[in-house]
């Protein structure tokens, strides 16, 4: 039963978030999230956010490199 109220308090949460941010493009939304990280030292942090921040810049770095090739 904990786990069912914890699943629909978190989704209640987010919806807000997703409603804000919706219209935005990934790559966008990607930034964004990036500048958190970085504001809040994330790629310092445990082990799983160095992964996840770096996973995070591979991505973005390739979605340029997508949107380079597309326009040469």
Same mark, same amino acid.
């Given at each position: 039963m904990k786990e069912v109220v914890t699943a629909s308090v978190q989704h209640a949460m987010r919806a807000p978030l997703r409603a804000r941010f919706k219209d935005l493009p990934t790559s966008d939304m990607k930034e964004i999230l990036l500048q958190? &990280?970085?504001e809040e030292n994330y790629d310092k942090g445990h082990e799983d956010h160095? &992964?996840?921040?770096e996973a995070l810049q591979k991505s973005i770095i390739r979605d340029e490199s997508e949107k380079f090739e597309a326009t040469s």
């Open positions: 958190r &990280m970085l160095k &992964m996840a921040y």
